[in-house]
């Protein structure tokens, strides 16, 4: 009974005193005990409609305005009124101080749960994992999407709504294609962006003459010079190629071009480490909150409420069970995690087949490298082991469209493992999403015209809105656009284009 | 360390923006939507504005993605009987594609993209561009209604209109302004009296709390901080000579003692709430100029005209109710049904009662006539008719409505507007429709409905926007 007076709280309203002692409580776990390296946190309590608003905008704070992010609105919010999606319990930015959103409407372990799980979890995650130190500036992104609204309310304003929708329509098309993935950006900063866009503007109305429109058309260049192949490399970044070279963008276009693209590649660390992070933050709130517990900080009936929500999140369907909607990254993310944890603490023959360099060491240091060094595709294809493919049932289908019916491949068995685990991790992988697109050519002496090349991926063509795509680039580029399907020999396989007449 | 912030009194509608942004880009979808809908269901749901369906095709966000073909493997968990090497049947239906993870592709092409328009955004496209035709919306007359007004505060009213905040306002400076003198003194002869010159400074505390909190209130209020500091000062005056009374008796050693007594009962007696603070919010009646129209249904009910054709004339009366309910603050409707004698029911009757006879139009329109003469006099009254019929009058009938309509009521009316109702379109044209197609009047038109889908386009052409012309 003397116990009791350990407890934070009882009962199931939370107030603000009471969130400040969660917090503590936890922090003291996280950062004292298991040594998590965290942002700072900013806490913010909001209710279900700001949620619905944070969800629109795609979790930032603040974006700038579009009819997409109204769509999104909408939709969510006939869900939600309709009761056929609940609001997630939170929503947590990558930014420091590491802005994490509550919903009023928990419940005071809730509150506990989702302050463990966003503001520990998550929060240490973007501090630690490599790809979120290389590809983001937690530090600028909120300064960066104001400046990113002021300016592209500034033109609407100055160039009419509808034309700065159809440039950040066809940016939006291309988005997932202004990612550079082998070399790491220069830093956000919202005021060197605002120097930099007034300076590029000056210098080219200083640039401006007249005259220049007065020379005579040259006539002698197309025989004179060998035309140069231009870009030498091909380029993956397609928006960032637009931006530095298309021949029609104004100024402000290319700007906006320049915003979406920075977007694009804050966010991608996201679509990468997807298991990893969801996995990483249910781990730990669970970690911290059984500690919690442990310690008889909180009671039998606030741990119920964590449990049966934390069940919920981490339960995993079999894919012909009512309900069925992919591979859980949560429920998958979690059981690696807390089987890196088992393998290290209490590894059975097997584990140390598989694993002889983590089998028995120490698991708060092998988790971390785990966290810090690896992606999805990379964590699956090193940590996914032989129990947990047993755990999940996993088994891989083959499907080849030349073929009438689907074969299984291999199965949760020892011949299986190998194969299953690394075909699970190549579908976490970049190229298993999306299709394969460069910048081939830009002929730049001639027709302007830009080429690209897609190449076909095991045989799959592009999807059916791949012609849309290429209309939104034909307008952002002004010029003739051209994309060249090959096979994997390098074979062209077919051509779509998109001329600058239509 | 954490910080914690409440958020929830901040801005909460965000995205309105983006969803305004969407609603234009997708207007001629939504109109499409909308006008869909009124086929369907009746008039007066629609009023309370609903859900509308575009198709998702035509606003998808379109990307690059894999398309369906191809080799690819995928990944399930929960396999209960495979074994390596099975074959199975290609499940229809389904792309390939579903296996990778959340690839996001699944928003559905075909699925219909469904959300809820609000009463008013529902109206406003159901009646956008929609004007009405000769609108002299006549205020003239100076029609008034009496509304209620603010108009600040009073000191006595009903115990519902109290405000709480402005009582507690004018209780607070009181009490300053009464007992502040007094805490004040209080506070110095305590001070004195501690000999070890520990300096009381709860009850000065309290005395700048008060204080604090008073600059607070009265901050919020400008124009309330005169009345507290003359109050304030008024007080004080009278605790000052209260403490000069005092001082003459306080010569001796226990005069303070008596004074620290003194002034505590007199502090005590400072009620926390009075009568004279209590405030009422105050509303005057003020006369409103008001727009209103009345709206006269004429209809045919002799054997003719079923239950069909009574739901067309039904529709297009309600789209005309709610039509001109937007653009006047006040609407009457008059109802008016006739067979060979028309008569003023109300509205179950008109459109639910059977009635059999013959048909003379005429008598409508003399009903009219009348009820516009003893009620509705043209000077401050917007009186638009609506007939509905369906074409068959006999004899001199026709004839003669069509000159009482263009003589006697088209002078005194904004609009007035012929539905005939048919079951199919019929070769030709009614007896009625053919007189009345003889008017030439700008306030006058006159339309043919088939089937409930006409209703709208119909109704739509009879009032979209015109350059208005002035009428004579």
């Known amino acids: 009974m003397s116990d009791a007076t350990n407890f934070l709280s009882d009962g199931q309203d939370w107030t603000f005193e009471l969130l400040t002692d969660y917090d503590r409580a936890i922090r003291q776990i996280a950062v004292d005990e298991f040594g998590l390296d965290c942002y700072p946190n900013q806490i913010e309590v909001i209710a279900s409609e700001q949620m619905l608003d944070a969800y629109a905008s795609v979790g930032l704070p603040i974006s700038y305005h579009h009819w997409s992010f109204g769509k999104a609105f909408i939709s969510h919010e006939q ?162 190629f637009i931006e530095k070279h298309s021949p029609s963008l104004a100024p402000w276009q290319r700007e906006l071009v320049r915003i979406v693209r920075k977007l694009a590649q804050y966010f991608y660390p996201q679509g990468q480490t997807k298991v990893m992070n969801e996995g990483w933050a249910t781990f730990w709130h669970y970690t911290i909150l059984n500690r919690l517990y442990d310690k008889r900080q909180v009671g039998d009936g606030f741990m119920l409420e964590v449990l049966t929500s934390h069940t919920n999140v981490v339960a995993q369907r079999g894919f012909d069970e009512r309900g069925y909607g992919g591979i859980n990254p949560y429920a998958l993310g979690f059981a690696m995690f807390t089987d890196i944890r088992r393998i290290c603490e209490a590894p059975t023959d097997e584990d140390r087949e598989w694993f002889p360099t983590i089998a028995g060491s120490d698991w708060r240091e092998t988790l971390d490298t785990a966290m810090r060094q690896y992606k999805d595709e990379s964590f699956i294809n090193q940590f996914l082991s032989p129990k947990l493919i047993r755990d999940f049932r996993l088994f891989a289908i083959g499907d080849d469209a030349g073929r009438p019916f689907l074969e299984v491949d291999s199965i949760h068995n020892e011949a299986g493992y190998r194969r299953v685990r690394r075909l699970l991790s190549t579908q976490y992988d970049r190229d298993g999403l999306l299709p394969d697109i460069e910048v081939l050519r830009f002929d730049r002496d001639r027709s302007r015209s830009l080429t690209l090349r897609h190449r076909q991926h095991r045989g799959k063509p592009l999807g059916g809105e791949g012609k849309k795509v290429l209309w ?31 | 360390m954490s910080v914690i912030i409440d958020r929830r009194l901040n801005e909460r509608n965000k995205s309105a923006g983006n969803r305004a942004r969407f609603m234009r880009r997708y207007k001629k979808q939504i109109r499409r939507a909308v006008s869909e809908r009124i086929g369907e269901r009746s008039i007066r749901d629609m009023a309370t504005g609903g859900e509308v369906e575009i198709p998702a095709g035509d606003i998808s966000e379109p990307r690059w993605r894999h398309g369906e073909g191809g080799e690819r493997e995928i990944v399930l968990p929960g396999n209960r009987e495979f074994e390596s090497g099975d074959r199975l049947k290609r499940p229809q239906g389904q792309g ?280 509705f006099p043209a000077d401050s009254w917007n009186i638009y008719g609506a007939q509905a019929s369906d074409g068959d009058a006999f004899g001199v009938d026709p004839e003669r409505s069509r000159v009482f309509v263009e003589e006697s009521l088209l002078p005194g009316l904004r609009h007035f507007a012929y539905i005939e109702v048919c079951e199919r379109p019929e070769r030709h044209r009614s007896t009625l429709s053919s007189a009345y197609a003889r008017i030439d009047d700008e306030r006058f038109a006159m339309r043919e409905v088939n089937e409930r889908r006409d209703i709208y386009p119909v109704f739509r052409e009879l009032f979209s926007a015109r350059p208005t012309r002035v009428p004579a």
């Open chain 1, 472 to 502: 939104h680039l034909q307008r952002l580029w002004g010029f003739d656009v051209k994309l060249e399907t090959v096979d994997e020999n390098g074979e062209v396989v077919s051509v779509a284009s998109v001329g600058s007449g239509g």
């Open chain 2, 96 to 375: 390939g594609g579903g296996g990778s993870g959340d690839g996001g592709e699944g928003d559905g092409d075909e699925d219909n993209f469904t959300f809820a328009l609000s009463r008013d955004e529902f109206m406003e496209i159901f009646f956008d561009d929609l004007e009405l035709p000769h609108l002299l919306r006549t205020e003239a007359g100076d029609i008034t209604e009496p509304a209620y007004e603010r108009a600040g505060y009073t000191r006595d009213g009903a115990p519902v209109n109290l405000s709480v905040v402005r009582t507690m306002q004018q209780a607070l400076g009181r009490r300053i302004a009464l007992s502040g003198a007094a805490r004040r003194r209080l506070a110095e002869l305590e001070r004195l009296q501690a000999s070890d010159a520990v300096v009381d400074v709860e009850s000065d505390a309290a005395v700048r709390d008060i204080a604090a909190d008073a600059v607070e209130w009265v901050d919020a209020d400008k124009s309330s901080f005169a009345d507290v500091s003359a109050d304030a000062a008024d007080a004080e005056d009278t605790a000052e000579s209260a403490d000069a009374d005092e001082a003459d008796v306080a010569a001796l050693d226990d005069a303070t003692t008596n004074e620290l007594e003194a002034l505590r009962s007199r502090i005590a007696r400072v009620p926390f709430l009075d009568e004279i603070d209590l405030r009422y919010r105050h509303r005057v009646q003020v006369p409103k100029p008001v727009s209103r129209a009345v709206m006269f249904c004429l209809m045919d009910v002799s054997a003719s005209m079923d239950e069909h054709r009574k739901d067309l004339a039904k529709r297009f009366f309600t789209l005309l109710f709610l039509f001109l309910s937007r653009k006047y603050e006040r609407v009457e409707i008059i109802f008016i049904r006739h067979t060979d004698d028309a008569e003023e029911v109300d509205e179950q009757t008109f459109f639910h009662d059977r009635k059999t006879g013959g048909t003379v139009v005429l008598s409508a329109l003399t009903l009219m006539h009348e009820i516009m003469h003893e009620r």
């Open chain 1, 79 to 240: 869900s939600y009124r309709r009761g056929a999606q609940g609001l997630a319990y939170e929503i947590v930015i990558n930014s420091d101080p590491c802005i994490a959103y509550l919903m009023e409407e928990n419940s005071l372990p809730m509150q506990a749960l989702v302050i463990a799980h966003a503001c520990y979890g998550h929060n240490s995650f973007f501090k630690g994992n490599y790809l979120f130190r290389q590809w983001t500036d937690a530090d600028a992104i909120v300064d960066y999407m104001v400046f990113a609204r002021n300016y592209v309310s500034e033109c609407e304003e100055r160039f009419g709504i509808e034309a700065v929708e159809a440039t950040l329509d066809a940016c939006h098309a291309l988005q997932e294609f202004g990612v550079s993935r082998y070399h790491r950006p220069a830093p956000l900063s919202a005021a060197d962006e605002l120097l930099r866009q007034r300076e590029r503007e000056e210098s080219a109305r200083q640039r401006h003459d007249e005259l220049w429109r007065t020379l005579p058309a040259a006539t002698d260049v197309d025989d004179a010079v060998e035309p140069r192949v231009f870009p030498e490399e091909p380029e993956e970044n397609i928006l960032y």
